[in-house]
């Protein structure tokens, strides 16, 4: 999506191993990234957000952290098992702070 | 209830066709949502509705007309389409009505849409 990327577009884990994901984005005035994750044949299913006052949230084996400075967020994974196997996509609220725009998506795989 | 309910799962049209999708939500949400996803891309935002009002339009082409009648549903009119108009179309809702893009959605599983 305009104004965030994120990288890589694929990745390749063994089961058990860590998995992260990044994105960066433009607009300084952005104060909420999550995170969504689809599963084929679903929609987009928020997994973790967080907002600009704090630098890291946990959520079990789900983490994100946000870097303002120099404006980039990233979703860790550890611990991944086969049903993570999914798109995973960073969304933020665009320029002007219109409805979300996501990153172009992350195909993640993990092999058992 | 915490689901987005959208019918149908698949729709083929010819480009002289109308057709609606529907999406229906119960959790007492106040802003509603329509995606464009083509494969292997991400979502695009078409249409935001809050308090069941056009909050925004993503210069989506007339072709597309959306509509909510009330709170709870959601509908998009489809008429004279285009080819590349095949993909899937995602409905979502956020709790509190639209205001800055931070609302948290939850979205429905799509209506799959190829226009022959």
């Known amino acids: 999506g305009e104004n965030v990327e994120q990288h890589p577009s694929t990745l390749s884990v063994q089961e058990g191993d860590s998995a992260v994901i990044k994105c960066t984005y433009s607009?300084?005035?952005?104060?909420?990234f999550p995170w969504y994750k689809q599963e084929l044949g679903k929609g987009p299913q928020l997994i973790i957000d967080i907002r600009s006052n704090v630098g890291e949230k946990k959520d079990q084996r789900i983490a994100v952290t946000l870097n303002k400075t120099a404006k980039h967020f990233s979703l860790h994974i550890t611990e991944t098992q086969p049903e993570d196997s999914a798109v995973y996509f960073c969304?933020?609220?665009?320029?002007?702070?219109?409805?979300?725009?996501f990153g172009s998506g992350t195909r993640l795989q993990v092999q058992p | 209830d915490t689901e987005v309910t959208q019918t149908p799962k698949h729709l083929v049209m010819g480009m002289t066709n109308k057709k609606s999708l529907k999406c229906e939500q119960h959790?007492?949400?106040?802003?509603m949502y329509w995606y464009k996803q083509k494969a292997k891309k991400p979502p695009e935002l078409m249409f935001v509705y809050s308090y069941e009002k056009l909050s925004i339009n993503e210069s989506v082409p007339s072709r597309f007309s959306p509509e909510c009648p009330n709170s709870s549903l959601l509908n998009l009119h489809l008429h004279a389409l285009q080819p590349e108009d095949s993909a899937l179309y995602l409905c979502?809702?956020?709790?509190?009505?639209?205001?800055?893009?931070?609302?948290?959605?939850?979205f429905g599983s799509g209506t799959q849409l190829s226009v022959l």
């Open positions: 607009d300084s005035a952005s104060n909420y």
């Open positions: 979502a809702s956020s709790q509190e009505g639209y205001r800055t893009g931070g609302e948290k959605l939850f």
């Open positions: 959790m007492g949400h106040r802003a």
């Open positions: 969304a933020y609220p665009g320029p002007g702070r219109r409805a979300l725009t």
